[in-house]
């Protein structure tokens, strides 16, 4: 109760009689209602594509148009704030840059479509189904002039920044033709100018600003009535015509995919937001400048309007990433435009009113935090990874974070106090929030250098990755310290014990730190690019050189992924003739060499096109002993191409160093890779895959590259926050709102770091499906019906594939596949039998080939290699039984 009563003194609303909570949440209740139940009929085909169609025919030519065109005839310009719209505009001006310019940098080849609609999608809102409700409900009674300003912000998108963007995705669309000439490029430009003119919310816009001096403010009574008929039928219309346009706009956009439709969603819902607020709030000044950047902060959060989609169908750029980008953020705008909207209407009455609403929600977080970040901590000791680059920078990442928490624990429990014991308190608070900052731009630089340079200059160089991580923040805590002193009067958040110059401090290492992870990262995305190019060319010139077939003991051909390579490597070359004359190994010694973790992908050649000639001896390549079997030469000629293809990213570039650093760089690597490399897993949990797929596998590029984009979303967070602090005196709701979200943001990581790294299937899930199949049925494998039982439809299958397309099959998709050290014959996997069932027409999608496939397991057709898994649409291996004793029903 005294809780519950503390935070109601902390807070009080700007007219409870006005705007009410339940009147905020029936409007954006409403909103939500409408639009899941237009996708839910539009997705069963109660409405089809052309009624839809109609629909939104109506909504946009007719609907629409009027509402604008009696909103202009209406509007008293002379009561407009021409400076919150100016603020705006230069916010939608910055992100529609920022954006494209990230994308131009990011995208290979350079792409200005891309940048074009990613921009679009940015800053377009949907002012009016989603906002105008929203407005009106927070609004309608406290600022009715705040509605006309949708009206008014709407053309800055549709004629400032849309033609801008048209512009470029017309001259991507003729720039790829061949035959460029200055004629098409007029033409491209006119049908822009034209689009612009001709659409019907910018026509009527302008149509009714002269409407509104000719008939001086006030509408006809006979045109007010139907401009009044045609605007009310735009809400239920606009927001039933909304969820209809995401049916079948979601496409397999997941795993790494997913991520650049997030990263729109994230600088549209809040990135724009934030820097509507901070402009506007700088443009002006007084309690007139507070409502404006509140109102400002609240618009940002709309989502993407549903335009957007169909601009990035008419150009053909992006469909999937921007039909996916508005399903989701339009559901995830949600809860933040609720968050938002509630916090627009409070009015801050104290300072320090809610501090310690916002401690005991740290506390809370910090708590929750810690055990998920020694959850990840277990994970990585037992699986081994906290040895492995860049784990060992990710586990110290979670120390720093786990300090971080600690302090603010300590201070929680302590209160404020001013012995001494407030020292380690603070030391402990400030170095692990400052070391989370440090070592996310340290763990975004290795990952760069592992892909752009190598592993070797990773761990040579490491030392300094150590003191960004922890030399940085030590160091300005010291120096905080010491031009500093602690005063918790009238501050707001229980980090900030030193008052605007520790906001100072955070604001310089967050803009650091948040500059080095986006160069690191944009660094690292173009090289790559370059790279794949580069490659995709080198294999284009070298198509006519003969493949040398691999062959396995018994002298068949093995297939492979690895087993042939355009051109043999200078290195496989000297590894064949040195086979002749070297000394025979038993096959016993080999065993020992193979048993060792140094078994994996990781000692291959160290250059494609700079061969070693004297300067190293093949001991000096790979950890092994000097003697090799027969086996160990055919592994690495099947793998001589991927091997040639991993050397940037474990070695460094032998022709920039010298004969004794070459030396350095082996027993480095060699060290590293004794100590650092977990045994592979069962060729049954994975197809083979390529060294360079490997390598990535080993770093969990993915993994770590999501963890740095949600880091990113913290600390430009943070910096917002810092910001406001240092320029800026009163708090707002708003400011409330960034506050707590700061606060989860900077104590919460370990819910992040569990998200990405805490679900390991190998060490979590897959032992506990096998104690439940223990439990359940005596033993850690599939337990199959007895045919007998088999239902008709899986008889019939089970003997129409057998009589009529299992030859074909086998002839098709078996073969023998190579392991690393073993090779498995006539097998198939999972995934390729998929493929082969839809190829042929026995299955219409991948899903119904999975249910086929399940069939044939039942029946004894097909079975897993080791009967572990029922049929799955992976890489798993399976094989077909010899016969299929089928029993008539």
Known sequence: ???????????????????????????????????????????????????????????????????????????????????????????????????????????????????????????????????????????????????????????????????????????????????????????????????????????????????????????????????????????????????????????????????????????????LPLITWEVVGWMENGNISTSYSMYAFLYGTFPTAPSVFLYASDYGIAQDVIATALVLGTFLSAPLMFVSAKMVTLIVNTGTAYKNVLSETSFDVSIISIVCSVWVVGLFVASGKWKRVPHRFTMAFIFSHILSCIGMITFYCNGETANWFHYPIIICLLVGVFSTRCWTAAMAIALCLLHVRSLCYVLRKQIWFYFIGFGIPVLSTGVLFLIGSHNMKDAIDPAFHYGTLQACFSLVILLFCLLVTLFSLIWWQRQEKQIVYQRLDSQRHSSTNSCIPITNTNGENVDSAENTFDEKPPLIDSLIESKGSSVQVSDDSFKDATETNVKRKHYHSYSEEHTLKKAASIEDLFPYNSNFSDDVFTEYESSGADAMESVSERTCLLNQCSNEQRYVCMDRLRSYTATSLVNGDSPQEEEPKTVRELNKEEYQTAHHLILLLILLLSMFTGLFLCAWKVFHSEPTGIYVEIEFLDSFFNYGQGLFVLMVFGFDTKLVFSPIVRRLRRLFFGAEVLRLPKLNDLDAPTKQTCQQFTDYHKENCIRDIVRDRRFRYQTFKKVFTGTALCDWLMRVGLASDRSEAVSYGRHLVLGRVITHLTSEHNFHDAPYFYKFLDTFDYVSC
Not at 183 to 192: C, D, I, M, P
Not at 233 to 252: D, Q
């Open 1 to 271: 109760m005294n809780e519950s009563s503390d935070f109601h003194d902390v807070f009080t609303s700007s007219d409870d009689s006005d705007v009410s909570y339940d009147n905020l949440l029936r409007a954006i209740s409403k909103c939500f209602v409408v639009i899941v139940g237009s996708y839910i009929a539009g997705r069963v085909g109660l409405i089809t594509p052309t009624q839809s169609s109609g629909i939104g025919t109506f909504v946009s030519k007719f609907c629409l148009p009027a509402l604008l065109f009696k909103s202009m005839l209406e509007l008293k310009f002379s009561e407009v704030n021409w400076l919150f719209l100016l603020g705006i505009l230069i916010a939608k001006v910055f992100l529609f840059v920022l954006v494209g310019l990230i994308t131009l940098l990011v995208k290979r080849p350079m792409n200005l479509g891309y940048a074009a609609i990613f921009g679009i999608f940015t800053t377009q809102s949907n002012d009016f189904a989603l906002g105008y409700p929203i407005v009106q409900a927070l609004y309608g009674k406290t600022h009715p002039d705040f509605l006309k300003y949708l009206y008014l912000i709407a053309p800055i998108s549709l004629v400032l920044i849309n033609p801008i963007g048209f512009t470029l995705m017309e001259l991507h669309k003729y720039k790829s033709v061949e035959e460029e000439s200055s004629s098409k490029l007029k033409t491209a430009v006119l049908h822009v100018v034209k689009g612009v003119l001709l659409n019907p919310i910018v026509f009527m816009t302008a149509i009714g600003v002269i409407g509104n001096f000719i008939f001086a403010g006030s509408i006809p009574g006979y045109l007010d009535d139907i401009l009044t008929m045609l605007g009310d039928a735009y809400n239920a219309s606009a927001l039933f015509y909304l969820g209809l346009s995401m049916v079948g706009k979601v496409r397999s956009q997941l795993g790494i995919g997913i991520l650049v439709p997030l990263s729109l969603i994230t600088a549209k819902t809040l990135f």
